[in-house]
Every structure is written in structure tokens, then in C-alpha cells.
């Protein structure tokens, strides 16, 4: 049920989609990605370790994504802006963070530097970005507020942004 829950959520949709997955450790979380990955066109990176390794894995999964190999982006603004780049036409385009958590505690400035992206140029994509993390309150606190128009107590301009969450307990 969660499985298609996720799939119904965000990729009927033409334009940005957001989605925030969260739940407690070990219940399951990264098996649904993973499934969902399995049978649509998505990328994922599961973060967990210093900033710049999470940007050099993230890196290699982008790139390989788009069947393109170069070095590792300079930053994480230089990874956003090359997906936004990248991300043409009528076929959605799904990144997947799992773990995003650790991103944003390695690089606080990620949360904004997607807030920016999405205010400016992910809402006329054909993006779907979905955010999964095991720190519940993190993902209610810091990222869920996306979802009713804020990140990390900011107002977000881009209205609807925000496609659906999923708090999987188990």
C-alpha cells in the first residue's frame, strides 16, 4: 500500500512534486525507494557520512543518472543546478535523498539551497524530489514545514510545492 501511495503521490503530476517520507529506523523506509526504483526512472542517493563524501556519492549518482561521468560537482548548488539542467521534456525527473538528515546536519545550507531551487526553477519542472529520513523530528521540524509553505521557518513563495509526506511507522 505504501509502495503506491508513493508512486500515486507525485508522478501523475506534470509540474514539481514534493514528497517527505519518514518513520523511525529499520521499519522499512529505503525497501519502498528501493522498490519504487525498481520500476520508475529515479535516482537515489543515500546519505550518511562527512559533507563531501555525501556530495561525491551524490555526485556519481546524478551523473550516472544522466549518463554522464565528470568530477565531483564543486558544491551542492553546482549538483542542484546541473539536475534543474538536465531535467527536460514530458519525463519526470525523481531525486530521491534518503537519509536527508545527514546531509543537512554535514551542510546546514542545503535546506535553503533547495528552497531556492524550487522557488525559481523546480516549480515549472517536471521534478519530483522526495526526502526520506529516520530523525522524525528533523523531518517534521526542518522539512515537513515545506509541505504547508515554509522550510526551516521560512515562507516558501512557490504554493503547492509541497505533494504529499508518508510517515511510515511500520
Not at 54 to 74: A, G, K, P, W, Y
Not at 98 to 115: G, M, R
Not at 134 to 153: A, K, L, Y
Amino acid at each position: 500500500k505504501k509502495r503506491d501511495e508513493l508512486r500515486d503521490k507525485g508522478l501523475l503530476q506534470t509540474i514539481f512534486g514534493f514528497l517527505t517520507m519518514y518513520g523511525r529506523r529499520r521499519v522499512g523506509k529505503t525497501t519502498i525507494l528501493l522498490e519504487f526504483l525498481k520500476k520508475h526512472k529515479a535516482f537515489f542517493s543515500l546519505a550518511g557520512k562527512k559533507d563531501d563524501l555525501n556530495l561525491e556519492d551524490f555526485s556519481r549518482t546524478v551523473q550516472e543518472f544522466f549518463m554522464v561521468i565528470n568530477s565531483v560537482f564543486s558544491g551542492w548548488e553546482a549538483a542542484i543546478f546541473y539536475i534543474s539542467g538536465k531535467s527536460r521534456g514530458e519525463e519526470k525527473t525523481v531525486v530521491i535523498i534518503d537519509e536527508f538528515p545527514f546531509i543537512a546536519s554535514a551542510n546546514p545550507s542545503i535546506k535553503s539551497i533547495l528552497q531556492q531551487t524550487i522557488d525559481h526553477v523546480w516549480k515549472e519542472k517536471n521534478i519530483m524530489l522526495i526526502l526520506c529520513g529516520s530523525s522524525t523530528c528533523f523531518m517534521e521540524n526542518e522539512v515537513m514545514c515545506t509541505v504547508s509553505g515554509t522550510m526551516n521557518g521560512t515562507q516558501i513563495p512557490a504554493k503547492g510545492s509541497g505533494t504529499g509526506t508518508l510517515d511510515h511507522a511500520g
